[in-house]
């Protein structure tokens, strides 16, 4: 046995044959709370520092404009913005309704990336277009979402959070006084408008010639676009298929109208054709615009159609006929064989009992839509005629379309377009937008006048067959002393 010295705190502890010099253990055991010490005080200085760079999850809703004119375009962004990891606990609201305005979104959500006060921010965020309905304030409202802090502490489920944004209101002015009161309202940042023609080079007497205009407006839907009125010479049929409404969002909502016009000519000379405009109103410079199209002029050429009809009733000498020659009186025609006349006595019948056939069916048609229930349509009326005047003018508006939608069988969309393709419809808009838009203390429009005028030209396009006559009749008749055709 071996017998050491007591060694002192801090000596060195000879080691036995074979084993390393070791320290004495009780200096060794005061070292490892001295370091735990060191580093929590550094790990909390971190923290501290770590801090400043953090910001809570924030969600916000911004717009690009403080005040807005009735129908036009708002542009409004929806963002979620946070510096940590967070994780969605539902889905990020959407703005869908609103009232008295109609929003339009851009698509799902997509990321974000932006610094604000020297802090690193990711995100998502949703884009919309509101347009709104009627003027005064507009309230965008506040959105709720749920969501769970991820903590960079080991072991630390994260913290549920409850974040919401702030409403915004708007201000919704109405329609300007400097704005026509003989144009449809029609509020966009761009409009143009293009006037496409085929080869007018070679034109001539009863050659279809097709039309089309087209208005791209830029910060409006394609309903917003108003009918374009194109007038065409007096020499000319005009045909008008209906309009085509097409609609994209492409960071802003993009309308384009679409009508298509067959111009047939019915006399040959030099004709100009007016130019087309569309009165606007520029919500970029808050101004009054107009896009116009040039007149256009056309040189048609060949035979009226009075020439024609001549040249049709004596038709040149083809190779079967013969032509009796100046000199000599034409021969009497032989007597025709029995079984020739009584395949035209056949035939004749046969036509007047196909004739006979046609009318009676058309009269057992008209019996048949006589001999319904009475139509409800002029009771509603009168019922929709008292109910108008105890609304607001926006609620007046929306009563109308609701109740045009009803008879027509049609939904809101094509029964407002409906209106917006006809002249008749078109002055009844715009009598029940003139209250909603100018408040101007004017006395209202009647609406009786205007709703039985639509009526009536809606009942009338079902009824008829044939609205237009034949592109290409066999025996034309005089053309009709038309004047402007829109």
Same mark, same amino acid.
């Given at each position: 046995?071996?017998?050491?010295?007591?060694?002192?705190?801090?000596?060195?502890?000879?080691?036995?044959?074979?084993?390393?010099?070791?320290?004495?253990?009780?200096?060794?055991?005061?070292?490892?709370?001295?370091?735990?010490?060191?580093?929590?005080?550094?790990?909390?200085?971190?923290?501290?520092?770590?801090?400043?760079?953090?910001?809570?999850?924030?969600?916000?809703?911004?717009?690009?404009?403080?005040?807005?004119?009735?129908?036009?375009?708002?542009?409004?962004?929806?963002?979620?913005?946070?510096?940590?990891?967070?994780?969605?606990?539902?889905?990020?609201?959407?703005?869908?309704?609103?009232?008295?305005?109609?929003?339009?979104?851009?698509?799902?959500?997509?990321?974000?990336?932006?610094?604000?006060?020297?802090?690193?921010?990711?995100?998502?965020?949703?884009?919309?277009?509101?347009?709104?309905?009627?003027?005064?304030?507009?309230?965008?409202?506040?959105?709720?979402?749920?969501?769970?802090?991820?903590?960079?502490?080991?072991?630390?489920?994260?913290?549920?959070?409850?974040?919401?944004?702030?409403?915004?209101?708007?201000?919704?002015?109405?329609?300007?006084?400097?704005?026509?009161?003989?144009?449809?309202?029609?509020?966009?940042?761009?409009?143009?408008?293009?006037?496409?023609?085929?080869?007018?080079?070679?034109?001539?007497?009863?050659?279809?010639?097709?039309?089309?205009?087209?208005?791209?407006?830029?910060?409006?839907?394609?309903?917003?676009?108003?009918?374009?009125?194109?007038?065409?010479?007096?020499?000319?049929?005009?045909?008008?298929?209906?309009?085509?409404?097409?609609?994209?969002?492409?960071?802003?909502?993009?309308?384009?109208?679409?009508?298509?016009?067959?111009?047939?000519?019915?006399?040959?000379?030099?004709?100009?054709?007016?130019?087309?405009?569309?009165?606007?109103?520029?919500?970029?410079?808050?101004?009054?615009?107009?896009?116009?199209?040039?007149?256009?002029?056309?040189?048609?050429?060949?035979?009226?159609?009075?020439?024609?009809?001549?040249?049709?009733?004596?038709?040149?000498?083809?190779?079967?006929?013969?032509?009796?020659?100046?000199?000599?009186?034409?021969?009497?025609?032989?007597?025709?064989?029995?079984?020739?006349?009584?395949?035209?006595?056949?035939?004749?019948?046969?036509?007047?009992?196909?004739?006979?056939?046609?009318?009676?069916?058309?009269?057992?048609?008209?019996?048949?839509?006589?001999?319904?229930?009475?139509?409800? =349509?002029?009771?509603? !009326?009168?019922? @929709?005629?008292?109910?108008? /005047?105890?609304?607001? *003018? +926006? #609620? %007046?508006?929306?009563?109308?379309?609701?109740?045009?939608?009803?008879?027509?069988?049609?939904?809101?969309?094509?029964?407002?377009?409906?209106?917006?393709?006809?002249?008749?419809?078109?002055?009844?808009?715009?009598?029940?937008?003139?209250?909603?838009?100018?408040?101007?203390?004017?006395?209202?429009?009647?609406?009786?006048?205007?709703?039985?005028?639509?009526?009536?030209?809606?009942?009338?396009?079902?009824? =008829?067959?044939?609205? !237009?006559?034949? @592109?290409?009749?066999?025996? /034309?008749?005089?053309? *009709? +002393? #038309? %004047?402007?055709?829109?």
């Amino acid at each position: 046995m071996v017998t050491r010295p007591l060694a002192q705190r801090g000596d060195a502890i000879e080691p036995l044959a074979g084993e390393p010099p070791r320290r004495h253990p009780a200096r060794h055991a005061l070292a490892p709370p001295c370091r735990r010490l060191f580093a929590a005080a550094a790990l909390a200085t971190l923290a501290s520092v770590s801090s400043r760079a953090v910001a809570q999850p924030i969600l916000e809703t911004v717009a690009d404009r403080e005040r807005v004119h009735v129908h036009a375009e708002l542009a409004v962004t929806r963002r979620l913005l946070h510096s940590t990891p967070v994780r969605l606990l539902e889905a990020l609201p959407a703005l869908t309704d609103m009232d008295g305005a109609m929003v339009v979104p851009h698509g799902p959500p997509e990321p974000v990336e932006l610094e604000r006060d020297g802090i690193a921010l990711e995100g998502v965020r949703q884009r919309f277009s509101v347009f709104p309905e009627r003027s005064g304030p507009l309230v965008i409202p506040e959105a709720t979402v749920r969501l769970s802090v991820r903590d960079q502490a080991p072991g630390n489920r994260g913290q549920v959070l409850r974040i919401v944004s702030s409403p915004m209101t708007i201000d919704v002015a109405p329609m300007p006084d400097s704005y026509p009161s003989n144009s449809a309202w029609f509020p966009a940042e761009d409009v143009t408008l293009r006037d496409e023609w085929p080869d007018t080079s070679d034109l001539g007497v009863g050659k279809p010639i097709d039309r089309v205009l087209t208005v791209t407006a830029r910060g409006a839907p394609a309903s917003a676009i108003p009918p374009l009125i194109a007038r065409s010479p007096a020499a000319f049929r005009s045909y008008p298929a209906p309009a085509e409404l097409n609609e994209r969002v492409d960071g802003a909502v993009s309308g384009e109208r679409v009508e298509r016009r067959t111009l047939i000519p019915t006399s040959a000379g030099a004709f100009v054709v007016p130019s087309v405009e569309v009165v606007w109103w520029n919500t970029r410079t808050d101004t009054l615009a107009t896009t116009i199209v040039p007149v256009k002029r056309l040189t048609v050429t060949g035979s009226t159609p009075t020439a024609n009809r001549e040249r049709s009733a004596n038709p040149a000498p083809t190779e079967d006929s013969v032509v009796p020659s100046p000199a000599q009186e034409p021969e009497a025609a032989p007597n025709m064989p029995w079984q020739t006349l009584v395949l035209a006595t056949v035939a004749a019948i046969g036509w007047c009992l196909a004739l006979y056939l046609a009318v009676r069916n058309r009269g057992n048609q008209r019996h048949a839509q006589s001999a319904k229930p009475p139509n409800r =349509a002029t009771p509603s !009326l009168q019922a @929709l005629l008292r109910r108008l /005047p105890k609304r607001s *003018p +926006a #609620e %007046a508006k929306a009563v109308t379309l609701d109740w045009l939608s009803e008879h027509w069988q049609q939904p809101r969309v094509q029964a407002l377009q409906r209106l917006q393709s006809t002249s008749t419809g078109q002055d009844l808009l715009n009598a029940l937008n003139d209250p909603i838009y100018r408040q101007r203390p004017d006395k209202p429009k009647d609406l009786e006048p205007l709703l039985r005028a639509v009526l009536a030209q809606g009942e009338g396009a079902e009824m =008829a067959n044939d609205p !237009l006559p034949s @592109l290409y009749p066999s025996t /034309p008749s005089a053309p *009709p +002393a #038309e %004047a402007v055709h829109s």
